[in-house]
């Protein structure tokens, strides 16, 4: 298994701005993943971070919008950048330690106001 | 396209009123399916990872099934505290570890 930490858990930001979230990881894993749930909805990938290389975005979400790093194995960050109300989900990151199990942080709530 | 239905949406229990939740999918070479426990302002708590038709896992009052287009997760005797959305999730071969979710069922267990 693996032990995922999301700061921040909760924030309401202003229409325009961005907002950080950091995903650590208490083990080196491959592949990272964000999700977005969307109030009563399910949840829908966002894009695939592997280390050294640029993310892998699924169709829907641009670079630009959610804009992701991953300096190493354990970390990552997703940025929600010129936020609008719509944008107001819970954020999840996940990842596979060596299995097919992917375990979740614990997510960042976000409301853009 | 790769999709996952569950059913229903929303499921009231009398504690120990035994039932079923239903996953169907549709995936183009199944690498496994997940079920999850998701609580509110909580991530999903992974539950159980099956691979094949016909593989069964258990944990305490769980049980899920799967069939080449369903997965069924059983709850035997349930409590108050099981209580919660369950999701299921595929992931297909070649998807790169991309999970395709349900909407979930939140089943509610009363006292």
């Known amino acids: 298994s693996a032990v995922i930490s999301q700061k921040p858990s909760r924030d309401i930001c202003q229409r325009g701005t961005s907002l950080t979230i950091q995903c650590q990881v208490d083990?080196?894993?491959?592949?990272m993943f964000w999700y977005r749930q969307q109030p009563g909805q399910s949840l829908t990938l966002i894009a695939t971070a592997n280390q050294g290389s640029e993310a892998t975005y699924e169709s829907g979400f641009v670079i630009d919008k959610f804009p992701i790093s991953r300096p190493n194995l354990t970390f990552s960050t997703l940025t929600v950048s010129n936020m609008s109300p719509e944008d107001s989900s819970i954020y999840l990151c996940s990842v596979e330690p060596g299995s097919t199990e992917a375990f979740f942080g614990q997510g960042t709530r976000l409301t853009v106001v | 396209e790769d999709q996952v239905t569950q059913s229903p949406e929303a499921l009231r229990l009398q504690e120990g009123e035994s039932s079923s939740l239903n996953c169907s999918y549709t995936?183009?070479?199944?690498?496994?399916l997940f079920w999850y426990r998701q609580d509110p302002g909580k991530g999903p708590e992974f539950l159980f990872t099956?691979?094949?038709a016909g593989e069964e896992k258990e944990k305490e009052r769980l049980k899920a099934t799967l069939t080449k287009k369903e997965s069924f997760l059983h709850i035997t005797a349930p409590k108050p505290e099981d209580s919660a959305t369950y999701l299921c999730a595929v992931q297909g071969n070649n998807q790169g570890g991309k999970l395709i979710f349900g909407q979930g069922t939140e089943l509610s267990v009363k006292p």
């Open positions: 099956l691979y094949s």
């Open positions: 995936v183009s070479g199944l690498r496994g």
């Open positions: 083990s080196q894993v491959t592949m």
